[in-house]
């Protein structure tokens, strides 16, 4: 460049920032989606002996209070992974799971007969059981029974409140 010359602007630099970026995203796995048009995992049991029965579920918040699992709007009701799900038969067996990414738990190859439900949240969830403990179930052979285990969260997630300030 001489003196005097005209220094032509950057356009280039955006474009190839903006490139760079979408390659890193695409290489990192990121998605831009809308978290309620993800479709909802269904819990079900997984095939069992034809003598056996199973006891399956979900472990979620209810924020509808309505006692269905509704991950859509306008309720948003959440899947609660981490929760300790211990069943107990007459005979006094403890079997014991920890629902999965989605809060589903399932029992299978389960003889026919009574059983008893109770759970055990981690304490920093700081969640309350809208479902009565123990639960009973009563099994046949060959059934499943599905158990919707509801919970409420007691610490609401905190708000950011800000006020605009107005220089004079």
């Known amino acids: ?3 005097g010359a005209r220094r032509r602007p950057l356009r280039v630099m955006p474009a190839m920032f903006a490139l760079i970026v979408l390659a890193w995203a695409m290489t990192m796995g990121v998605q831009a989606e809308d978290p309620a048009a993800a479709p909802a995992m269904e819990c079900a049991p997984q095939p069992t002996l034809p003598c056996g029965g199973v006891i399956f579920g979900r472990a ?29 038969d007459g005979e006094g067996t403890t079997y014991e799971r920890t629902s999965d990414a989605d809060g589903c738990f399932a029992f299978l190859s389960l003889k026919r007969g009574c059983y ?5 949240a981690d304490p920093t969830l700081a969640l309350y059981t809208l ?7 009563e099994l046949q052979d060959g059934k499943a029974e599905k158990v919707l285990l509801r919970y409420e969260r007691l610490l609401a997630t905190p708000k950011v409140l800000y ?3 107005v220089a004079r």
């Open 1 to 3: 460049m001489g003196l």
């Open 60 to 88: 979620f918040i209810d924020h509808a209070d309505d006692g269905q699992f509704e991950p859509g709007p306008p309720d948003y009701d959440e899947p609660q992974v981490g929760i300790t799900i211990r069943l107990t």
């Open 116 to 120: 008893e439900i109770t759970t055990s």
């Open 131 to 137: 479902h009565d403990e123990p639960l009973g179930v």
């Open 163 to 165: 006020f605009p300030l």
